[in-house]
């Protein structure tokens, strides 16, 4: 078995039935970073006890224990998420020295599960980034071209991913930060359901909007991932008490009959001509397969990136409040001086400790939730997010899955629009309203760009019916362009 | 624009010190995201509640009881500064 492309269930059963030993595998994937994570900047800590993490899971099955149905399968792990004991800094000068001392619910699960973490992959600063270019680690490379970018926020979970240099990842999605570097990588990356997953131990950015979910290279590896890290978990009270169903088992690329929504908003855009070609093929070959193809419209889709913005920078204005420099993180010098004005110690905490797009977002969202501007900003975006969400759910009466775009292009140039905001911000146009709804979406690698570089085809389906979009999924990735092709850095 | 004084009334609301450069980025920077922002304006939203949480938050019952939780020593190890299990700020008084 080639393990540097072999599947998570291939890795599990070759280590359950001994033909290949946990130790190795963690062995082979961290000779790929060592050796290749030079050029892609994706890693930013490596877990120091992995081999033998790895050898607890080889000494388990030696002993006969089930170990469960990811063993010793290696995964990096975004850095917005707490894993125990390896440095968790969210991509951010404020918490560049910070260990946890506790496993994100998600980590934890996967660990049960068997996974080996071989360490945290690099991101936006707190997430806030659609290029992984406001890193406090630097900027990741896009493993296809390495003068693009990998997207983001979870741009190092993508760049690893597609450069396999370990056999799953982790990101979180909060505007889009799985979906779009997900396809501008080449993989594939979902975002669950809000509540579908716990976000306990998950550093926070914007908690109404925020979900992690699994960047892998297939989409049954993804529904395996989903089904193992999803569920009801009593230290996140927004998480659904429904039953996680069988999705790797359940998974079907039989569409037949199938109802596929196509938004009517979708093209009305500047489509990057390949981008529209990649679409156009992936509806024509759900087609093929016996979908039925219709229209629907969610018009306030338009409206999804202001509202987004203006939510997502108030609750991390607030969210953003813990980090002072008295309990953990950054602090500023304060050594010469005898007695501080508390506002200094925490001002010039936090102005040294965030980086510029941070700073940006909580003046922002502070501005937003402040007295004589609330009614305009926050309360009034909340009502808007209300009108989007019941658009969508009307426009599933009619279908059980809408396909779009992820981005208006493939991965742009890095430095290409890092110096200006709004611009940035209007990237995020198509996946910002799955996150407002709270729905489920993913992006499945389907086409390539004249340049070689991939695109993704992002699909959405009504809370909690991820099945019917994995299904859609799985039937587009058999007749993917992506499908055994690798970057060149691989 | 955003005038000068707003924005060091925000960075001030915020206990985020900003430069006289950041400030002035910010005030052209802000004002051109909100001016694009502002079209949400334009939609009519009488009468509409917000909308906070995108899924139904189930409410349940658990027992009162006590956990097995961090130590101390956990909850201080990141400090910045420490004096045993007691975190320690500069004098602000």
Redesign the interface.
């Known amino acids: 078995m080639d393990l540097t492309f072999a599947s998570i269930s291939e890795i599990a059963d070759a280590v359950k039935n001994k033909s290949v030993s946990a130790k190795e595998v963690a062995q082979h994937f961290q000779t790929r970073i060592e050796t290749l994570d030079r050029k892609l900047n994706s890693f930013t800590s490596i877990n120091p006890n992995s081999l033998s993490d790895a050898a607890e899971i080889d000494a388990r099955i030696a002993k006969g224990e089930d170990v469960g149905p990811m063993a010793g399968v290696p995964f990096g792990i975004k850095e917005m998420l707490c894993t125990k004991g390896i440095r968790t800094t969210a991509g951010s000068k404020i918490l560049e020295?910070?260990?946890p001392?506790?496993d994100a619910t998600v980590v934890a699960r996967l660990k049960k599960a068997g996974v080996v973490v071989l360490g945290k992959l690099n991101q936006d600063e707190f997430a806030m980034g659609s290029s992984n270019e406001t890193s406090f680690h630097g900027s990741v490379k896009n493993p296809w071209n390495l003068e693009c970018v990998p997207g983001g926020s979870s741009g190092g979970s993508a760049a690893a991913q597609a450069a396999r240099l370990v056999a799953g990842t982790i990101g979180t999605d909060t505007g889009g930060s799985i979906r779009q570097p997900a396809s501008f990588c080449g993989i594939v990356g979902v975002k669950p359901?809000?509540?579908r997953v716990s976000r306990y131990g998950i550093i926070a950015y914007a908690s109404?909007?925020d979900q992690a979910g699994p960047m892998v290279s297939s989409v049954k590896d993804a529904a395996l991932t989903l089904e193992v890290i999803s569920g009801f978990d009593?230290n996140d009270?927004?998480t659904?008490?429904k039953q996680v169903p069988a999705w790797s088992k359940s998974l079907k690329s039989d569409i037949k009959g199938l109802k596929i929504g196509i938004k009517k908003e979708n093209m009305a855009g500047s489509l990057h001509p390949d981008v529209q070609k990649t679409v156009e093929k992936s509806i024509e070959t759900l087609k093929q397969m016996g979908a039925e193809i219709v229209e629907v419209s969610v018009p306030?889709t338009e409206?999804a990136v202001?509202?987004y913005?203006?939510v997502a920078a108030s609750e991390a204005?607030s969210n953003l409040?813990r980090y002072?420099?008295?309990?953990?993180?950054?602090?500023a010098d304060?050594k010469n001086?005898?007695?501080?004005?508390?506002?200094e110690?925490?001002?010039?905490t936090?102005?040294?400790g965030?980086g510029?797009e941070v700073?940006?977002r909580?003046?922002?969202g502070?501005?937003c939730l402040?007295s004589g501007y609330y009614d305009?900003?926050y309360?009034?975006?909340?009502?808007?997010?209300?009108?989007i969400?019941n658009q969508y759910l009307e426009a599933f009466k009619k279908c059980d899955v809408i396909l779009s775009p992820v981005t208006t292009a493939p991965a742009f140039k890095l430095g290409e629009r890092i110096d200006d905001?709004?611009e940035m911000?209007l990237n995020d146009i198509f996946t910002t309203s799955t996150?407002?709804?709270?729905?489920p979406g993913m992006s499945v690698p389907f086409g390539l760009s004249q340049d070689g570089l991939p695109i993704g085809i992002q699909l959405t389906a009504c809370?909690?019916e991820e099945q019917k979009m994995l299904d859609v999924a799985f039937a587009l990735e058999s007749a993917s362009s992506v499908k055994g092709k690798h970057p060149h850095v691989v | 624009m955003i005038d000068k004084k707003t924005i060091e009334h925000i960075a001030k609301l915020a206990r985020l010190h900003v430069s006289d450069q950041e400030a002035e980025e910010y005030s052209t920077q802000l004002a051109k995201a909100l001016g694009h922002f502002e079209q949400i304006s334009k939609i009519n939203t009488a009468g509409l509640e917000p909308l906070i949480t995108p899924t139904e938050i189930e409410a349940y019952w658990r027992e009162d009881e006590v956990k097995q939780s961090f130590t101390a020593e956990d909850m201080t190890a990141n400090a910045p500064s420490r004096a045993g299990n007691l975190f320690k700020v500069p004098p602000v008084v």
């Open positions: 020295n910070f260990i001392p506790y359901t809000y509540g109404s909007l009593e009270s927004t659904t008490q306030l409206m202001p509202v913005y203006l204005s409040a002072d420099g008295v309990k953990y993180g950054y602090r304060f001086l005898s007695a501080i004005e508390l506002d110690f925490y001002g010039k936090r102005g040294e965030f510029a700073k940006r909580i003046m922002l502070t501005y402040s305009a900003y309360n009034k975006a909340g009502q808007v997010r209300r009108l969400t905001p709004l911000y996150n407002l709804a709270g729905l809370h909690f």
